[in-house]
């Protein structure tokens, strides 16, 4: 009888305890995430995007179906970012919708998604030595107080293989994300002057970036030509933008135009310069003869900006690490456009130490001048840097086409690794310190506030390719189909500019995949098909062998 009330006494205590722990566990819910990468943890940028979240964030991912491995497993850790921004915010709700999986409205969803910039994404599927094409839907909508953002799965690259592909887009998924909430939950605060009436860029040459800023900033257009008028005027107004942009200007600056932004820098404000010193693009090479005539340009800032710590040399970069031209190969009605090296074209390299060129593609430039950088008491960061097979030309020179049918001198390439763009940090002195000044303002100042300054030595890496007058992605050339990191670049630059550089760390974190290799195992499918499922039966065959063997000879009188 004792030992019954004990044994009872002992299963009471036993469920007591699985109920405490259970409750204890239901408040005290705790995720690990073991990976060497971290990938399942989000940074600290991302949990501030849905830090003021107080109604349903719902989201609604299009990426479901039956899927190759690589695109599953985008599905998956789509859904395994998600679930974290779930746990920690329960009003960030989201749900998996396959538009495709009735066959009946397949095509209406199709052109209703597409209405609204989801584009389908075509995949290759080999199954077999056989390839077919499946569509998928690499997008997600994301609701929040009635408004609505379209957030992209897929990082496209061109030539990249599906697993590359994958893996650049599993990398992008928290940035992906992580903007798309900031631009539901947080307002615009920071306003940004494009300058313009010095022979800046058109609008339509610069759509596709703009476009991009005004996701997150306020855009105006900014001319100085009133400083001629009202110059204190002029200063207080620029002084309203948190930034300036001044995209490839063609007209000098005049002393007044340079004083209002030297004293817009005092003041604290940010630039972000795109300027070279040489005359020189490639439209110039569109006529019979195919040649044009590099020359210097001067658009007066050259103590403008040797104040500030740099110098823009006239000289062209010359490097064999290049993006094609396309040129037109053949006569008349047979002519084809064909992708030809072009050295005039540099493809940057970034610098990986910093955030803004960290886990970026090249950067394409076109007819660039080189920087120096010189010594003053302002930080600079060299960001984009040319080749090790670079070479610099002086102008004026004669550039032609037929340079492309001229097999290069490696040897000539000596002047490696030269300074395309540079950032500056720091207290400025003013240009006009201890100089007669083009104007008299109230409250001239000579020394800077702590502020920042990014020049890049050609104004082609902001210009986006016009087709039909229609602006195409920036980055992205139309005829050789490669995509170029000058979008992502400017961006992280305006973002590091503005102190909004959370989204550029996320950016730059790294998550590295381990794929499969189809093609081995194409090669050795029989063999491991043998090892998996034979081998096991013959192991245990044998074993069942041994078995009987030892147990007759155990038993056996």
């Known amino acids: ?63 479901e179906g039956d899927f190759p491995s690589e695109f599953r497993r985008l599905r998956n850790e789509t859904q395994q970012l998600l679930e974290e921004f ?92 992580a903007e798309g909430f900031k631009k539901l939950v947080n307002p615009k605060q920071k306003k940004i002057a494009v300058l313009r009436g010095n022979g800046q860029l058109s609008d339509v040459y610069v759509a596709d970036f703009l476009k991009k800023l005004g996701e997150h900033y306020y855009l105006a257009p900014f001319t100085l030509d009133s400083v ?24 000098p600056f005049s002393e007044e135009e340079k004083y209002v932004l030297d004293q817009f820098t005092m003041r604290g404000g940010k630039s972000l310069w795109l300027t070279e010193s040489i005359v020189m693009d490639r439209d110039s090479l569109n ?25 823009i040399n006239p000289v062209i970069v010359n490097d064999l690490y290049s993006a094609p031209i396309p040129l037109a190969i053949g006569e008349g009605n047979n002519a084809q ?30 007819f660039a001048s080189q920087i120096d950088t010189l010594k003053n008491g302002i930080d600079k960061t060299l960001l984009l840097r040319s080749s090790q097979l670079t070479k610099l030309e002086g102008v004026p020179r004669e550039i032609s086409l037929d340079v492309v049918t ?50 890049i030595a050609d104004g082609d890496v902001i210009k986006n390719e016009v087709i039909r007058n229609q602006p195409q992605e920036l980055g992205f050339e139309f005829l050789t189909k490669r995509k170029f990191g000058n979008k992502e670049f400017l961006e992280n630059a305006v973002n590091y500019l503005l102190n909004d550089d959370g989204l550029i760390n ?24 043998i090892i998996n499922i034979a081998l096991p039966l013959v192991i245990l065959g044998l074993f069942g062998i041994v078995f009987n063997y030892f147990r007759r000879k155990r038993y056996t009188k």
């Open 86 to 177: 779930s746990v920690n915010n329960s009003n960030v709700k989201f749900d998996f919708i396959n538009p495709l999986a009735d066959e009946a409205t397949r095509n209406q969803n199709l052109q209703q998604l597409s209405q609204r910039g989801l584009q389908p994404f075509q995949i290759s599927i080999k199954n077999n030595g056989k390839t077919t094409q499946e569509v998928i839907i690499p997008w997600a909508l994301a609701s929040y107080n009635e408004q609505t953002v379209i957030i992209p799965l897929i990082k496209n690259k061109i030539g990249a293989t599906d697993q590359e592909l994958v893996n650049s887009s599993i990398q992008n998924l928290e940035y992906a994300f």
């Open 337 to 366: 456009f064909q992708p030809v090296q072009w050295s005039y074209s540099p493809l940057a390299a970034s610098n990986p130490n910093h955030p803004i060129t960290t886990n970026l593609d090249p950067v394409k430039f076109d």
């Open 287 to 311: 006529n019979s003869s195919g040649t044009a005539v590099a020359i210097m340009k001067d658009l007066n800032l050259n103590d403008f900006f040797f104040k500030y710590g740099v110098r």
């Open 506 to 529: 996320i950016r730059a974190k790294e998550v590295k995949l381990a794929f499969l290799d189809f093609q081995k195992i194409e090669n050795q499918k029989s063999k491991w098909q």
């Open 228 to 251: 001629a008028s009202n110059p204190q005027r002029t200063l207080q107004d620029i002084t309203n933008y948190d930034l300036i942009i001044s995209a490839k200007p063609s007209i």
């Open 1 to 63: 009888m004792l030992k019954t009330k004990k044994h009872i006494i002992a299963i009471a205590m036993t469920l007591i305890a699985i109920i405490v722990i259970n409750l204890i566990s239901s408040k005290l819910y705790q995720r690990f995430d073991l990976t060497k990468d971290k990938r399942y943890t989000l940074s600290d940028a991302a949990l501030q995007t849905i830090d003021g979240v107080d109604s349903p964030l719902v989201i609604d991912v299009f990426l």
């Open 406 to 455: 001229q097999e290069p001198d490696p040897e000539s390439y000596k002047e490696p690794n030269q300074t395309l763009a540079v950032l500056l940090e720091g207290e400025f002195t003013s240009v006009y310190d201890k100089r007669v000044k083009p104007f008299k303002i109230s409250d001239d100042v000579t020394k800077s506030a702590p502020t920042k300054m990014i020049v």
